[in-house]
């Protein structure tokens, strides 16, 4: 360690701070060790990491149960619509005897209400 005049002022050595000043004649030197603070440091570090890592898993799983939630009646919608065969009636779609493209708009919108009346009717 260089105790010259110009070595005034605190430093960091290695594991070591190191704070000196001039008193007339004489040098102070103060010293303290920084392993215990570093060794601090380092666990606090990877505690922090473990925690992150742990909370992106966990928002990882969560994020997938909510969006099959959330998705579950779109899921539902297109199952129902795949089922409708047009041109016959399948007991949800009032289409016996009738296509699309000959049943009048009047007629299509009292079939979609005696549908919607039906499904309320059954719980649906």
Do not use: Y
């Not at 002022?9 to 290695?14: A, I, K, V």
């Not at 070591?16 to 570093?38: K, N, Q």
């Not at 742990?54 to 919608?77: H, M, W, Y």
């Amino acid at each position: 360690m260089d105790l010259s005049e110009s070595a005034t002022g605190c430093q960091s050595r290695s594991d070591v701070r190191v704070c000196a000043i001039g008193a007339g004649p004489f040098m102070v030197v103060v010293g303290a060790s920084e392993a215990d603070d570093l060794a601090t440091r380092d666990s606090f570090v990877l505690a922090m990491v473990i925690v992150a890592l742990l909370g992106g898993l966990i928002v990882t799983f969560s994020s997938r149960v909510v969006a099959r939630r959330a998705l579950a009646p779109l899921s539902q919608l297109a199952a129902r619509i795949e089922a409708i065969d047009p041109g016959r009636s399948n007991g949800s779609v009032c289409t016996a005897g009738w296509s699309k493209s000959t049943r009048s708009p009047r007629a299509s919108i009292s079939c979609l209400c005696a549908s919607r009346r039906r499904s309320h009717a059954n719980g649906g």
